[in-house]
């Protein structure tokens, strides 16, 4: 319980979280409650349930806890059926809380209440009987991922093939000069916060970013006062003057995301992607790869590998298109001072467009960004993870609540060798139970390398 609310806390007041047992969601709704208003004891809650037993449940648990019960009795917490409160109720006030207890039985009329409320948590108990509802929630908040929640939902059988592959020359001549620079920052800033510290300042102790710097310069022998004619000087003044510490945290901050995207983002992984197609004659694909950029890329060079076009690219940074529809003809505007002209989609538009395109068969592959759309639905037989960069398949198997998986799933997972990739790889953590590794031996694996990552 403790684990979902300090996600919702992290996600600044946003979730939804997969709670089948109506009693354990009544409890976390009245803990969430209790925290709340241990902060402010002036919030205004509404609460809507699927029916009027439901609600007698939760006003009982509520109204138990002294901690809250005061609210309740002022009626700053309201709870009400979803029913009553499309016939009878009129919020007009602004919430600062929303509790939807069970997000299925949610009506269209009451989207307005949704999107005003400051604070928004639901609950996904599976009795849905509204999937537009479920979607559409899905994509307005982020989800709630528990240990407990991915043992009970994300059970499907994985077979995975790990693919390495070895960087070029010139990409890990690059890599290693990234990676030197570094790890001699950290020489001198020691660990990511005090870096943080270097380019922002500490707020908490009221420390500007140059005053950061200054101390660090100090206890390292420089001052404004060096003889800068002595060359010993002239080094520690070119390492620890203030101005060039802030300059370097800066560089060593951007290089760090430049070395995950390095190996994120390697063209070297599309041909055994391309590969692994064609040899083992997979279809029903969906690639995530960490970027939106190397996603059209990977998409574009599969269609070229295979002379048709069997895949496409499916994030929300597609560019403006025209679309044809189920004829074949150009879909156009149809009123308004365009109107019998092309009409442009926006990515949003174009995603349900290429979702159709999957479903119906005409094409095969799907590719994504590691931040896939959780209103994807569609059957998936096989997953490439092009970078353990991005999340497990475990939190895929949670995200894609739409999706339905083959059992086994087919999985592949790419990664460029000696690299943070491959740490990143060997500090996985899955279920044997579930998910089995079918030709990779991580104990002959030794990497030495700098694990500083920041995901953007």
Known sequence: MNEILEQWKANKGLGIVNIVNSDNAISLIAELLKKCYSANNNY????????????????????????????????????????????????????????IANIGFVNQGNWYKIKEAKFKFFIDDNSSINN??????????????TKEIVENNSTTPVEERILPIHLDDATEATLSRVSEYINNSFAIFGNIDNLQYAISGNPQLNISAIDYCSRIASENGWNDRLDMSIELNRKIDEIYNPVSLQERASNTYKLIKQRINICADYNGKINAIIEAIQNDNLKNILIVCKSCEFASTVANEINAAFNKEICKPY?????????????GEYILYKSGNFKGTKKLFGAQAQMSF?????????????????????????????????????LTIENYLYRLSSCQFSRPLKLY?????????????????????YHKILNYDFSANNVKNNDIIIVD
């Open 44 to 99: 205004k809650t509404l609460i809507i349930v699927k029916d009027y037993a439901y609600r007698t449940n939760v006003i009982g648990k509520i109204s138990a806890d002294n901690s809250i019960k005061e609210a309740v009795d002022k009626k700053l917490i309201r709870v009400y059926t979803n029913y009553y409160i499309e016939q009878q109720i009129t919020v007009n006030y602004a919430l600062d809380i929303l509790i």
């Open 132 to 145: 537009d509802t479920r979607k559409r929630v899905y994509e307005m908040v982020p989800v709630i991922v």
């Open 315 to 327: 994030h929300s940074k597609l560019n403006t298109t025209f679309i044809k529809d189920d004829n």
């Open 354 to 390: 290429i979702e159709r395109d999957y479903n119906r068969g005409d094409i095969n592959i799907i590719v994504a960004n590691s931040a896939v759309n959780k209103a994807l639905s569609v059957a998936i037989e096989c997953v490439f993870i092009v970078s353990p960069m991005c």
């Open 413 to 433: 997972t790419l990664f460029c060798k000696n690299t943070i990739e491959e740490k990143a790889l060997n500090n996985r953590e899955i279920d044997k139970n």
